[in-house]
């Protein structure tokens, strides 16, 4: 039995496709994908606002 886990951490720049690889990484491996903003907007509901561009 394999009890080894393995934590892929991703970071760069914005729209170079990390949040599409993390998604499918998590569906192919059949893994939990822990997204911080949707962590963030749970955790501190009405505090988490967009900026107007």
């Not at 729209?15 to 907007?41: M, R």
């Amino acid at each position: 039995m394999n009890n080894q886990a393995t934590l892929y951490l991703f970071c760069g720049k914005m729209a170079a496709g990390k949040s599409t690889l993390a998604k499918q990484l998590a569906n192919d491996h059949n893994a939990i994908l822990l997204v911080e903003d949707d962590l963030l907007s749970q955790l501190y509901p009405e505090e988490i606002i967009d900026i107007p561009i």
